[in-house]
Nanobody, 114 residues
Framework: QVQLVESGGGLVQPGGSLRLSCETS????????MSWFRQSLGKQRELVAR???????TYAESVTGRFTISKDKAKNTLYLQMDNLKPEDTAIYYC????????WGQGTQVTVSS
């Protein structure tokens, strides 16, 4: 069965960096489109970044130039490198794929505060 497990969240000061990881199993990682979403308190879940089979990427305007999505095919792991973090980046971050159906990770909390 498909499983997505996020890690790497935590508390960081504005301007700091974090790298989130999404360990996957049960899906053909090389073929699946993988995404990071986030949801802040009182807001709808939004797409942060997406990487497709061929390597093309999409980023939310609010994170372009600061976040980088990547994947390690040997480890079946998706990453989100987050630099120059801002308080508005505070949210629960979720790993997602729609390989055959919608699958979500459990989420990892990112808090950006001084």
């Amino acid at each position: 069965q498909v499983q997505l497990v996020e890690s790497g969240g935590g508390l960081v000061q504005p301007g700091g960096s974090l790298r989130l990881s999404c360990e996957t199993s049960g899906l053909p990682f090389d073929f699946a489109t993988m995404s990071w979403f986030r949801q802040s308190l009182g807001k709808q879940r939004e797409l942060v970044a997406r990487v497709r089979r061929g390597g093309s990427t999409t980023y939310a305007e609010s994170v372009t130039g600061r976040f980088t999505i990547s994947k390690d095919k040997a480890k079946n792991t998706l990453y989100l490198q987050m630099d120059n973090l801002k308080p508005e980046d505070t949210a629960i971050y979720y790993c997602f794929t729609n390989w055959g159906a919608d699958y979500w990770g459990q989420g990892t909390q990112v808090t950006v505060s001084s």
